[in-house]
Nanobody, 123 residues
Framework: VQLQASGGGLVQAGGSLRLSCAASGRPFKNYAMGWFRQAPGKEREFVAAISWSGDSTSYADSVKGRFTISRDDAKNTAYLHMDSLKPEDTAVYYC?????????????????WGQGTQVTVSS
């Protein structure tokens, strides 16, 4: 499956952004989806995941209550809605697809990755 992430940009602290991850090539509904991010000089870290059925989600503690992951199987797209953004949320955000059903917090479980979209939050 091919993944295309979009929606990043520059936003002030406290603002919102919605990232999209468009999938093509294989049935989107068969994959759990995840979002990860990588800030300069840091390792890639888990942000959020959603199961293939959409009935189970998980979040990193740092974004819980501020970010929401969702999916629209009819549009073959996953989303990450980000509210109350902070400067420490600045990173390149990647979406990924996992053939497992649950949506892992570990990047090694994911089979396909998008190219990343830059999110910059100014203070």
């Amino acid at each position: 499956v091919q993944l295309q992430a979009s929606g990043g940009g520059l936003v002030q602290a406290g603002g919102s952004l919605r990232l999209s991850c468009a999938a093509s090539g294989r049935p989107f509904k068969n994959y759990a989806m995840g979002w990860f991010r990588q800030a300069p000089g840091k390792e890639r870290e888990f942000v959020a995941a959603i199961s293939w059925s959409g009935d189970s989600t998980s979040y990193a503690d740092s974004v819980k209550g501020r970010f929401t992951i969702s999916r629209d199987d009819a549009k073959n797209t996953a989303y990450l809605h980000m509210d109350s953004l902070k400067p420490e949320d600045t990173a390149v955000y990647y979406c990924a697809a996992d053939r497992g059903s649950r949506g892992s917090t570990w990047s090694g479980d994911y089979d396909y990755w998008g190219q990343g979209t830059q999110v910059t939050v100014s203070s």
